[in-house]
């Protein structure tokens, strides 16, 4: 069963307190090398038969209707996950 991922980030302009609180905790755990963390979002969804073009399109609507809030995120990337990422787990299976 093919999967499309969907990557969503806030706004480049705007401000992410939870990136912000990580990048302070890394810091104060001496990772001063890492600048800035920045947190968004990563959807699977698991989709019957091929993956064409016509799919993709729809999923790229889907992604900027309904997953992300256009107010305030951005949809950075939608694709087709290769179906090694997964392997053959049982449904609900967390890797």
Same mark, same amino acid.
């Given at each position: 069963?093919?999967?499309? *991922? =969907?990557?969503?980030?806030?706004? /480049?302009?705007? @401000?992410?307190? /939870? &990136?912000?609180? *990580?990048?302070?905790? @890394?810091?104060? @755990?001496?990772?001063?090398?890492? !600048?800035? *963390?920045? $947190? ?8 019957? &038969?091929?993956?064409?073009?016509? @799919? ?5 609507? =889907? !992604?900027?209707?309904?997953? /992300?809030?256009? =107010? $305030?995120?951005? *949809? $950075? ?5 290769? #179906?090694? !990422?997964?392997? #053959?787990? #049982? ?5």
């Amino acid at each position: 069963m093919p999967t499309i *991922v =969907v990557e969503v980030m806030p706004k /480049a302009e705007l @401000l992410d307190p /939870a &990136g912000k609180a *990580v990048t302070g905790a @890394l810091h104060r @755990l001496g990772h001063s090398s890492i !600048a800035e *963390v920045r $947190i968004g979002k990563r959807f699977e969804l698991r989709v019957d &038969g091929e993956v064409d073009a016509e @799919l993709l399109k729809q999923v790229e609507e =889907v !992604a900027a209707d309904m997953l /992300a809030n256009g =107010v $305030i995120e951005d *949809v $950075i990337d939608v694709r087709v996950e290769p #179906a090694s !990422a997964h392997g #053959a787990g #049982a449904a609900g299976e967390t890797h």
